[in-house]
């Protein structure tokens, strides 16, 4: 079992910055990749961006390349997702999530453990 709590969300202005952090718990850190996932209102979860056992590899969605940063400290069993040049459309509930595959994912379905979620959200 792995327990994972996301931090950090909350209200921005477009243009404006965001650090959201995931703490993990149950299973040794550095065992499974890591990734984060959104959803707005109406629309389907999406990949944002993901991040190997190691963090030697990560990889973003599109939408979000050259914007968001993800990373992680297995000392802290932390991952991080640092988001800058906040859009309107970057509005959503934010959800990490584990991966115990060998790789790593953008498909939701590959995530064995999620987090609650945390809002953000981003005002014009």
């Known amino acids: 079992q792995v327990q994972l709590v996301e931090s950090g969300g909350g209200l921005a202005q477009a243009g404006g910055s965001l650090r959201l952090s995931c703490a993990a718990s149950g299973r040794t850190f550095s065992s499974y990749a890591m990734g984060w996932f959104r959803q707005a209102p109406g629309k389907e979860r999406e990949f944002v961006a993901a991040?190997?056992?190691?963090?030697?590899?990560?990889y973003y969605a599109d939408s979000v390349k050259g914007r968001f940063t993800i990373s992680r400290d297995n000392a802290k069993n932390t991952v991080y997702l640092q988001m800058n040049s906040l859009k309107p459309e970057d509005t959503a509930v934010y959800y990490c999530?584990?991966?115990?595959?060998?790789?790593?994912?953008?498909?939701?379905?590959?995530?064995?453990?999620w987090g609650q979620g945390t809002q953000v959200t981003v005002s014009s």
């Open positions: 999530a584990a991966d115990f595959s060998a790789g790593v994912s953008m498909s939701f379905v590959a995530y064995d453990y």
């Open positions: 991040i190997r056992r190691n963090g030697g590899s990560t």
